[in-house]
């Protein structure tokens, strides 16, 4: 007896249903099921999440487009299918933009949907999400089964509330009902300040904010220059008890050493010249709450004794004061330098660094971090095309494979900053389909170095032929020394050029060519 193709998709997924699967896969399997009953280019599964729609997976769109944030108000047929409960099918010729023109796998040159269709996901009655199915032939869905159709979405639904239950059973018992909310505040769940990834490094690092921060403990954030280490600071506190208290933030780096003090612990009036009125430092303005210290490692010796004592007794004097304040405060510190080493080399103060390092807590490098650098890009191109009025702004292959290529040393920051000279670059240069509709970025765009490992290695191994053993940092950082002062040399000393030949952001090549003792 032949098995009917609906009952064929539909056996599977209902087995899945008690299964105790991640949350990936379960959905996986459900696009997949999904695009093996129609005939269908693309499918997607996404999270309403306030006023914006998050990918939770997707089967033949761009990898990027799990990292795209969609507001639901720039995107009027994703607002047209929450508005109608049931399945909505739009013309061929309907004149509203689609959100995934430019990001079906495989088919660069022919880039526009022209057949798609959606529904609504309700889970307990409360709109949940969308499930979509996209087309580039026009007459894909003219023969649709709609029965089956509304079936499929209906156990859409259930894999939905399935695996939300599981989730939350599972981490009931793994945690207590506190940490459930710290995890998922952690994970990014509020789209304003949101951690993206899906690398095995980046889920570690999401468990560990999810530890920490339900206590009070101290934390010391290290990590390279812009892998976010502030975004880390901002969830910790979203998900802390202290969450409805301010966080409040200060950048060693940028006070001048007569300020440090002042902006800390505040001061009294007629405390030094321009101190024209008493004013609350940050550690009373965080009171109850969260205070940040960015690049504590630059922080003078003299204010690090100070904010030693604040710690240990939750008591400052304002500069100019004799007067005690009492303070409640959580500190979240952060660091692009080794303060081990500071300590050992005298810079830094040994009893503050054990006060503050509490719970150590590393970010991994965007190198270390796979294919998250394509959800990463997708995110800064969708903020780029609402910023930019464009109807759709995507990645060629050859960026795409450009970008993982790359050794990324200005990390997240470098990233953003490149996605919006590029897209800045390809409007400039009208790089757009042949409707002139959908924005394309082509690795030239991204003015990346296009060395293959190959030549990379024959590099290395010309800089240096004979191998006498050594730390890796050391030998790292040397053959770092060499290719800068060669591009110096190349360029005159123009560090803007030197910057374009070794593909770096100027500011990036600055900051390198400091910790390599160069400036």
Not at 200 to 210: D, G, K, M, S, V
Not at 271 to 288: I, M, P, T, Y
Request: with cysteine; hydrophobic share 45%; net charge negative.
């Amino acid at each position: 007896m032949t098995t009917h193709p609906l009952l064929r998709a539909l056996i599977p997924l209902v087995a899945d249903l008690s299964r105790d699967l991640p949350e990936e896969e379960r959905y996986r399997r459900l696009l997949g099921a999904l695009r093996a009953l129609l005939p269908a280019d693309a499918a997607a599964l996404l999270r309403l999440d306030g006023d914006t729609l998050v990918p939770l997976a997707v089967d033949g769109l761009s990898p990027d487009t799990l990292g795209r944030r969609f507001r639901v108000s720039e995107h009027p047929r994703f607002e047209s299918l929450l508005a109608h409960r049931g399945l909505t099918r739009f013309a061929a010729d309907c004149a509203l933009p689609d959100p995934y023109d430019g990001l079906v796998e495989g088919l660069d040159g022919h880039l526009e949907v022209h057949d798609c269709l959606g529904c609504p996901l309700y889970v307990d009655e409360q709109p949940w999400g969308l499930l979509t199915l996209d087309s580039l032939d026009p007459a894909s869905f003219d023969n649709l089964n709609l029965d089956n159709l509304e079936a499929f979405a209906s156990l859409a639904a259930a894999t939905v509330r399935a695996a939300e239950r599981i989730d939350a059973l599972t981490r009931r018992v793994e945690h207590d009902e506190q940490l459930v909310e710290v995890y998922r505040e952690a994970a990014g769940q509020q789209a304003r300040r949101e951690l993206i990834g899906q690398s095995r490094e980046h889920q570690r690092l999401l468990e560990e904010i999810a530890l920490v921060a339900g206590s009070d403990l101290s934390v010391l954030i290290s990590g390279e220059t812009g892998v976010g280490k502030e975004l880390v600071a901002q969830a910790i506190h979203a998900a802390s008890p202290r969450a409805e208290k301010p966080l409040i933030s200060l950048n060693c780096a940028a006070l001048p050493d007569t300020l440090v003090e002042s902006e800390l612990f505040g001061h009294a009036r007629g405390a030094f010249s321009g101190a024209v009125s008493e004013r609350h430092g940050k550690f009373e303005l965080a009171d109850g709450g969260s205070l940040f210290l960015d690049e504590v490692g630059e922080l003078p010796l003299a204010a690090q004794a100070k904010l030693l004592r604040v710690l240990q007794s939750g008591q400052l004097q304002r500069v100019g004061s004799d007067r005690e304040h009492r303070v409640d405060v959580r500190v979240i510190a952060a660091t692009n330098r080794d303060l081990a080493e500071e300590v050992r080399a005298g810079r830094f103060r040994a009893d503050l660094y054990h006060r503050l390092s509490v719970y150590p807590l590393p970010v991994p490098p965007l190198r270390e971090r796979g294919r998250d650098v394509l959800l990463l890009a997708g995110f800064f191109l969708e903020q780029n095309r609402a910023r930019l009025g464009l109807r759709s702004l995507r990645l060629t292959g050859e960026a795409q494979a450009a970008l993982l290529a790359y050794d990324w040393p200005g990390n997240v920051r470098e990233l953003e900053h490149l996605i919006g000279r590029a897209a800045l670059k390809a409007m400039a240069a009208g790089e757009r389909s042949e409707r002139k509709r959908i924005l394309s970025i082509g690795a030239e765009l991204l003015g990346l170095p296009s060395a293959t490992p190959t030549a990379t290695a024959s590099a290395v191994t010309d800089a240096a032929p004979n191998f006498v053993g050594g730390n890796l940092r050391e030998s790292t950082d040397q053959f770092q020394r060499q290719q800068i002062n060669a591009a110096l040399e190349h360029h005159q000393h123009n560090w803007a050029a030197a910057a374009r030949e070794l593909g770096l952001d100027r500011a990036n090549l600055h900051r390198l060519a400091k910790r390599l003792g160069l400036r």
